[in-house]
């Protein structure tokens, strides 16, 4: 069986990559407007004739173009900000819980994941879940990704070349503390008090890490990291694209590189520290354009379509 495929905003950075991730498949057929993608009455026939819908607009555009959608049977899956903790909707995370893939695959909204916060609730939900970290604790973020995850706009401006507009090396923003994954990363890792995050962007195009700073000391039961990489090690050990990394590996590393997985719909966790001692790193790597964008769409895709979550994207 054939199934078409909408993907509005497929000339996006997003967009882009799913589209190359979709149409050397021949279980899927591209509905493709070419220049008549800004025709509204095309985009409405396309939204209400696909047996699924990707959007890959900003958040005023998706929620348009969700109201444009008058067909029942059409499934969508949102890559906006728009919908990640709206009522409704399913957290398009498969591996965020037991019955996440379930819900996922009955789903006929689902919004997929930003590519920080898909790191962070990926680290810190299973320790709320195990009660290693209270619900209202204080919890930090810190994170770099690849420009690209910035969109055309600042792709071209790291790519440009011109002298006079050299990029920066680092660049921290969100300065304001008024991120827009706040809300989401807060409410799917099971926290009540809205995390303290810091992003940023660094000159390469893609790949990232994220990481959480814990005082062990601090928390309530004094959690070693044995405790914490088990609490890991049990959410995540029947899954396909999560890997909780060893601890004696993790030990070894004396650095880690946020372009490691690139390519790939993978995400590896690693929690480091000293075994004796009352601190720990949290730290998440995967392709901000992978796992944390066109990777996580379409797992999605095959979960709600009941295909294998891995077609076209296992290595």
């Known amino acids: 069986m054939t199934h078409t495929i909408f993907i509005d905003g497929e000339a996006g950075t997003t967009g882009l990559e799913i589209r ?3 149409e050397a498949r021949d279980d ?22 696909a047996d699924a819908v990707i959007l890959c607009l900003p958040d005023e555009a998706a929620i348009a173009a969700v109201a444009m959608i ?12 728009a919908y990640r903790v709206a009522p409704g909707w399913v957290y398009g995370f498969a591996e965020m819980g037991l019955r996440q893939r379930e819900a996922i695959a009955f789903a006929t ?20 879940q195990a009660g290693l970290v209270p619900t209202d604790w204080p919890v930090t973020v810190n994170a770099v990704s690849g420009y690209s995850g910035g969109g055309k706009a600042m792709i071209a401006e790291f790519e440009s070349g011109a002298a006079e507009t050299k990029p920066d090396a680092f660049r921290a923003y969100g300065l304001s503390l008024k991120h827009k994954h706040v ?24 790949g990232m890490l994220v990481e959480v700073p814990l005082h062990l000391s601090a928390l309530p ?33 004396t650095g880690i590189d946020p372009e490691g997985l690139n390519g790939s719909n993978d995400m590896r966790l690693h929690v480091f520290g000293d075994r004796d001692g009352g601190q720990a790193r949290l730290v998440a790597v995967l392709d901000n354009l992978g796992k944390g964008a066109s990777g996580a769409a379409v797992q999605n895709l095959n979960l709600m379509l009941g295909l294998d979550e891995g077609v076209g994207l296992d290595k």
Do not use: W
Not at 30 to 46: C, F, K, Q, T
């Open 20 to 22: 190359e991730r979709l």
């Open 28 to 49: 899927l057929e591209l509905i493709l407007l070419g220049d008549r993608r800004r025709d509204v009455d095309a985009r409405r026939e396309a939204l209400n004739s």
């Open 70 to 81: 008058d067909n029942p049977r059409v499934r969508v899956i949102d890559a906006s900000t």
């Open 109 to 128: 909204r689902v919004s997929n994941p930003g590519c920080y916060p898909t790191g962070f609730i990926g680290l810190m939900r299973p320790l709320v």
């Open 183 to 206: 809300p989401e990363m807060t409410k799917h890792a099971g926290l009540e008090r809205p995390v303290l995050f810091s992003p940023a962007v660094g000159h390469y195009r893609q």
């Open 221 to 253: 039961e004094t959690p070693s990291i044995e405790r914490l990489h088990g609490a890991l090690v049990e959410a995540y050990e029947r899954t396909r694209f999560v890997e909780v990394v060893d601890l004696d590996e993790t030990e070894a590393m």
